[in-house]
């Protein structure tokens, strides 16, 4: 009994190792290795006489990405990834082969943002993301970089930000889809949770400073947020301006509506999905101008009437968009009978 588990430990060690030296295995991630390998051994760049660029120690050398394309670069942070899931074999931890996949897939994606030239790789970007059958340690690091503040300084938390407000809609509908789904990883739907309420708070900030009662305020030198808006009653906005930030409360509404199943009475969801998700309802509550402060009360107490669009999963590859105005039913209810549905 002893020999046969040494001769199946062995040859599960001999299985991985020849995986990961096979470079036919994982060709688009082995392409990125070679090019970054290429980088390393490229002489150092001679000293600058001029003071700024001698302390400056970071290069991007995009000239040797410029053949690829953002597909090339998202194949082979899912092979990267897969390599590195390999290393389980070895008898590595789950928390090493974590941190192996994030270096693996931050080496893949770092020079994403000079490859994304038009809508579609948004799209893609955000198929990767919503498609919970991908790697999640894979659809986390690529999460935490799309918005400020989740991620290290890199070019790619620096960047492709910018590049996805350009294209919002599919983004947006894709982080939606991953903060509101039932069967969505923890982690993942804290983060994305807290993307989505950040993006809308952002957006209802940039509106408001449209003002020229806050426009003076902020060139003033005045601290000044939204949250200030319960204690001004001086400002007062345009009829343009009302208009669009109807619009926005009504997206307050919609996402408060379309959370609130993770915190009803009978959810299963995790409990760091239902801390994350009464923090955004409380903060609604107290915190932003203007919403109705009894739909977020119902929300908080598991009431909620669903009038938000449910997406199928990415398996359908074109998000479609599904409307309910006046079924009672819970979010969970709702999203596991249009899962069974889908074809």
């Not at 980088?39 to 001029?50: G, L, T, Y």
């Not at 939204?226 to 509404?253: K, M, P, Q």
């Amino acid at each position: 009994m002893t020999n046969r588990f040494v001769f199946v430990f062995l040859t599960a060690n001999i299985v991985a190792v020849a995986a990961v030296a096979d470079p036919m295995r994982y060709p688009y991630w082995q392409m990125i290795k070679d090019v970054n390998h290429n980088i390393e051994a490229r002489p150092p760049r001679p000293c600058s006489v001029n003071d700024s660029n001698a302390k400056s120690n970071i290069e991007y050398p995009f000239e040797m990405f410029r053949h690829l394309r953002a597909s090339d670069v998202f194949r082979a942070a899912r092979e990267g990834a897969q390599e590195a899931r390999l290393q389980a074999a070895l008898g590595k931890s789950k928390e090493e082969i974590e941190a192996l996949v994030f270096r693996n897939v931050a080496i893949a994606l770092e020079y994403l943002p000079m490859l994304i030239r038009s809508e579609k790789d948004i799209e893609e970007l955000s198929l990767l993301l919503g498609n919970r059958e991908e790697d999640d340690a894979l659809r986390r690091y690529l999460l935490q970089n799309t918005f400020p503040g989740y991620a290290p300084q890199s070019f790619l938390s620096l960047s492709l930000p910018e590049l996805i407000d350009d294209n919002a809609d599919i983004y947006s509908k894709w982080t939606w889809y991953m903060a509101t789904h039932p069967a969505e990883e923890p982690r993942l739907q804290c983060m994305a949770l807290e993307i989505c309420y950040a993006r809308l708070r952002r957006d209802y900030q940039r509106i408001t400073e449209t003002n020229p009662a806050v426009r003076e305020q902020l060139e003033s030198g005045a601290s000044f947020s939204i949250t200030d808006f319960r204690e001004s009653s001086n400002i007062v906005f345009s009829r343009e301006t009302n208009a669009v930030v109807r619009e926005l409360r009504g997206r307050f509404h919609d996402f408060a509506n379309a959370i609130a199943g993770h915190i009803a009475k009978d959810s299963t969801r995790a409990e760091e999905v239902k801390e994350v998700t009464k923090g955004i309802l409380e903060d609604m509550r107290d915190n932003i101008k203007g919403l109705n402060k009894s739909v977020i009360e119902d929300c908080l107490e598991g009431k909620f009437m669903l009038k938000t669009p449910i997406m199928r999963p990415p398996a359908a590859q074109t998000p479609e968009l599904f409307f309910d105005a006046t079924d009672p039913k819970r979010l969970d209810d709702l999203m596991q009978e249009m899962i069974k549905a889908t074809p």
